[in-house]
């Protein structure tokens, strides 16, 4: 029986929580990265080089594997100047196509492959409530990346392969991601939303994507699937419930958008974009939410310690 599953990304966010669990399973994962330096040195995981600048691939590392775990793309939490726009879609859409050329140049063909995905897909409306059938896209940079990589993912298809796309909200975990750049200043006494803080804002706690992940490579689950905890919420009841649990005042006044484009140019979008998504199809499949509600996740993220406290009530 083969229990290889290859990952890419393994470095990133998800990646690192992703390979602990398959791996305390008794998964062999092959990881890819592109230095020997960034080797993850334990036990049940193999390492192997590639290279997306010059398309290089170790084509051993998709011996015995079963599925390919694609979580490998550039941030886009960094300004987006033309040639960044390309690197965000290049790290997305050049290493899925990099993989395609590699199963079609293999005998041994995977049966699955899992894709990342993201709610950037969705026009930003502050009305709508989006479900994976909704087909309606804004033209918007991160609508097009989005778009450019499930089509890249769709490709594997082709292998008679089964292709699952997770499209993901704001992973909420203390060490990276959008969290800590929310809470930091409001630790630090500085911390507001933008705007009039009415964009909604669907999330999803670290320990919840990766089981979402876990999952849907145990069931090879295909299909289109919005990775996103059942109740979204605001960016301004995002931002007073972490100084909440946080013990912090929020005092400064909110910042204007204008400001924020200013400083930031396009990439502001996402700090003002709006979209408030569902999960149905996850929990149709019977999937469960260890942190459904808000203020559950947000306790655990920050080890919450006075229970007796009233929780903010939205």
């Known amino acids: ?96 196509n990099m993989l395609y050329d590699l199963v079609a140049a293999s005998e041994h063909k995977p049966v699955h492959f899992i894709s990342a995905s993201a709610i950037g897909i969705y026009p930003s409306d502050k009305n709508r409530l989006y479900t994976e059938d909704f087909s309606e896209r804004d033209g918007s940079f991160l609508s097009e990346v989005t778009v450019l990589w499930e089509a890249a993912a769709d490709r594997f298809a082709d292998f008679g392969m089964r292709v699952c796309k997770l499209r993901t909200g704001l992973v909420l975990a203390t060490e990276g991601g959008v969290f800590p750049q929310i809470y930091n200043p409001i630790k630090k006494g500085f911390g507001t939303w933008f705007g009039d803080g009415s964009n909604w804002q669907s999330w999803i706690h670290i320990d919840d994507m990766v089981e979402i992940y876990e999952d849907a490579e ?63 199809k996850l929990m149709h499949k019977r999937f469960y939410f260890k942190y459904e509600s808000l203020d559950e996740a947000l306790k655990n993220l920050l080890q919450y310690k006075h229970p007796s406290r009233d929780i903010i009530k939205r």
């Open 1 to 96: 029986m083969v229990t290889n599953v290859l990952v890419t990304g393994a470095t990133g966010l998800i990646g690192r929580r992703l390979v602990n669990k398959l791996t305390a399973k008794g998964l062999i994962v092959h990881v890819l990265t592109t230095s020997k330096s960034k080797f993850i040195e334990q036990k049940n995981v193999v390492n192997f080089l590639w290279d997306p600048s010059t398309g290089y691939i170790d084509p051993n590392c998709i011996t015995d594997v079963r599925s390919i775990i694609h979580l490998a793309g550039a941030t886009i939490a960094k300004r987006w100047t033309k040639k960044y726009k390309q690197e965000i879609i290049d790290s997305r859409v050049k290493t899925a």
């Open 218 to 280: 145990a069931t090879f689950l295909e299909g289109v699937f919005n990775a996103v905890a059942p109740s979204p919420t605001t960016n301004r009841i995002l931002t007073e419930k972490i100084a909440h649990y946080a013990d912090r005042v929020l005092w400064l006044p909110a910042v204007p958008r204008f400001v924020m484009e200013l400083i930031l140019g396009e990439m502001h979008t996402l700090l003002f974009d709006s979209q408030r998504v569902s999960p149905a």
